[in-house]
């Protein structure tokens, strides 16, 4: 008995392992914290942001003409080539033009003897030789062949096909010795150095959109971005659709754009100079809205709802939920938790670039 007392004893002073003091059961070391998380983030700091209303609509010319002659005839003589950019006044088209111009000889040749006329009768009349009914007479005579002679010309200028301004003529599908009248469309032309895009905008945006506002002309197609101004804003809204038509029109002196290519429009509506920016990519978007992470105090990650304002590619403009001086998570939020320690992370190359103004 005494021998398995002193067993007992031998067993109850063994160590297992465990601490002096520390509960049953407990691993061997004390327990460690998780590291922080290593997270990139941008200091925030006001920015201008330019306030735009969006549309896309579709490049038109805003001067286009179909080009027909006055008045029937043959065609006598083709002064242009397809797709031939011309100068206002241009000679296109000549039609037979010699009836016309004998007209206009003979029209002039009665001119000129009515002057004379009227000149002999005016000398008589100075010296009582001649009564004044005469000379009204003669004065009458003068003014309807002057009157003559302008129409004489008229019927000249009837057979001249111009161009009415500078631009780029379309195809032709006619040749000289080709008889045509008024109702035939000798050629199209077109002036692509000043180019109109038209746009809906909703009800609300047009509120803010006035005449000479500046606006962007995106082209996807060609790559190619334009500025240009608001030249219409419709006085009344579309029934039923609850938009408002507005036109833009750009220049396009390059001629890089073409009619009929989709085209987004930003018209800049206003500025805020001290707006908080943020770059698109650090905004989360989830079923209760937008949020995004910011390091808090004590180097804590911490949530923040977003109430959004404009938005552009690569930029978001933030009207609540974020302040200058907040240090914004861009890089790492998604293995975050609130409260979650935080540190930051070494550069990478391009890192600390800001979120370009709008």
Known sequence: MWILLALLACGDGASDGAPEGAPAGAPSGAATAAPPTAVRTLTLAPQEWVQTVTATGVVEVRDSVELRPETSGVITAIHFQDGQAVEQGALLVQLRDTDARAQVAEAEARLALAEVTLGRLQALVATDNAPRAEVDQAQAERDLAAAQVARAKEAVRRTRVVAPFAGVLGRRDFA?????????????????????????????????????????????????????????????????SRTVDVRVEVDDLGGRLRPGLSAAVRIEVGRLPDAVVVPAYAVIQGATGASAWVVGEGDKAEPRSLVLGGRAPDAVQVESGLAVGDRLILEGFTRLRPGAPVTEAAPSPGAGATPGAR
């Open 176 to 240: 000289v010795g080709a008889t045509v009248d008024p109702a035939r469309t000798l050629t199209r032309l077109d002036r692509l150095d000043l180019l109109v895009v038209d746009v809906s905008v909703s009800e609300d945006d047009a509120v803010a959109v006035v005449m000479d506002q500046p606006a962007t002309v995106s082209v996807e197609a060609v790559q190619v971005e334009q500025t240009g101004r608001v030249r219409y804003v419709s006085p009344r809204a579309r029934a039923g």
